[in-house]
């Protein structure tokens, strides 16, 4: 028989460097969760991914088990580390912070393409140029 679920969570942590203190900590610990247990899973799975966010889904059963979900980095992560900066316009229409090749925002959407609501390519090339307009980014 199945186990039934209580609960599911969404979070976003550093990849290999989540501790048990908050924001993780706050939202685990109501949640019935052994946060020091979720830690070390969660920071041996994300040890190749070091530098960057991840969103984690978690699932949480009625006897206090749990299973996780990783997916890939926000958008914005992705397009910052290709830029290299720390963040984007505070005025996105007018101060631009850098441009995006077609070809870097290929491999942004073929990594990310899992995680978004596209038919193609193409599709998730469009929604990642339109993050990067939204942060101050030119696509050429």
């Known amino acids: 028989?199945?186990?039934?679920?209580?609960?599911?969570?969404k979070i976003v942590a550093p990849a290999g460097k989540a501790t048990p203190a908050p924001p993780l900590g706050t939202t685990l610990g109501p949640a019935g969760i052994n946060i020091g247990e979720f830690v070390k899973k969660f920071n041996e799975a994300t040890q190749d991914r070091l530098?960057?966010?991840v969103p984690v889904e978690i699932t949480i059963y009625e006897d206090r088990s749990y299973?996780?979900?990783l997916k890939t980095s926000p958008a914005s992560n992705l397009i910052m580390k290709k830029l290299g900066q720390e963040k984007?316009?505070?005025k996105p229409n007018t101060a631009k912070i850098g441009t995006l090749t077609k070809a870097q925002l290929?491999?942004?959407?073929?990594?990310?393409?899992?995680?978004l609501n596209a038919n193609d390519i193409e599709g998730a090339m469009k929604i990642i140029a339109g993050s990067a307009r939204s942060m101050g980014v030119d696509v050429k």
């Open 1 to 9: 028989m199945a186990k039934k679920i209580t609960k599911k969570l």
């Open 51 to 53: 530098g960057s966010l």
């Open 67 to 69: 299973d996780f979900v």
């Open 88 to 90: 984007g316009s505070g």
């Open 106 to 115: 290929r491999e942004i959407a073929e990594e990310k393409m899992s995680d």
